[in-house]
C-alpha cells in the first residue's frame, strides 16, 4: 500500500550531501509507488517554540504562531511516515529539524492527552565524521516517547564539501531504504 511521506529537510547547504540523500531515498520511495511532500527548513520563516502550551485550538492551524509552519501542519497529519534528515551539527541533528520538530507539539496539544499522532520514522544524515552516537541516541529516545516505528537509518559519514557524497553506497542505501517502505 502506498504512503505518504514527509521530509524535514534540515539541512541549510541547497544541494548540500544531506539533500543528496534526500533526493536518492525520494527516487526509491516513488518508484514504489509513495507520495513524497519535502520541506526545506533552512529557506522556510519558522520561529522556535513559545512554550506556551496555548496550541491545539484548531485542528487546521494548531500553534498560536502562524508561520511556515501552516504549510507542515497539514502535510504532517496526513503523514504515515515522517523522515528527519539533518547534517550532523555539534553530535546531533540542526537547529533548523530541532525547531521545526519541537514546533509539532501543537499537534499533540489537539489531543486532550497530549497524544502525538503514531507515525513511522527515517533518519538521514551526512557528516564529516563517523560518531552518530548522540544523534541515534537522540533519535531512537524520540521513537520510544512518541510510540512511533523507525523503519531504518541512513548515516552518510566522511562526506564534509557539499556533493562529497557523490558515488557513496550510502546513497543505494538510501534509495533501497526508500523504495522498501
Request: contains cysteine.
Amino acid at each position: 500500500m502506498a504512503k505518504k511521506i514527509v521530509i524535514l529537510n534540515g539541512s541549510p547547504r541547497k544541494g548540500g550531501n544531506t539533500a543528496h540523500l534526500i533526493d536518492a531515498f525520494t527516487k526509491g520511495a516513488e518508484r514504489a509507488g509513495n507520495t513524497v511532500v519535502r520541506f526545506d527548513l533552512q529557506g522556510m520563516n519558522i520561529r522556535p517554540c513559545l512554550g506556551c502550551c496555548r496550541g491545539g485550538k484548531d485542528e487546521a492551524s494548531p500553534c498560536v504562531q502562524k508561520d511556515d509552519m501552516g504549510k507542515i501542519y497539514p502535510a504532517y497529519r496526513e503523514a504515515d511516515v515522517v523522515v528527519l534528515a539533518s547534517p550532523l551539527y555539534y553530535w546531533n541533528v540542526s537547529g533548523q529539524l530541532k525547531c521545526a520538530f519541537d514546533r509539532l507539539f501543537a499537534v499533540a496539544e489537539c489531543d486532550a492527552n497530549y497524544n502525538n499522532p503514531v507515525k513511522e520514522s527515517v533518519l538521514l544524515m551526512a557528516a564529516e565524521g563517523f560518531e552518530f552516537e548522540e544523534a541515534e541516541y537522540w533519535y531512537d529516545r524520540l521513537m520510544s516517547h512518541l510510540g512511533w516505528t523507525s523503519l531504518g537509518k541512513v548515516l552518510a559519514g566522511g562526506v564534509m564539501e557539499a556533493g562529497a557524497i557523490e558515488g557513496s553506497p550510502k546513497l543505494k542505501e538510501a534509495e533501497a531504504l526508500g523504495e522498501k517502505l
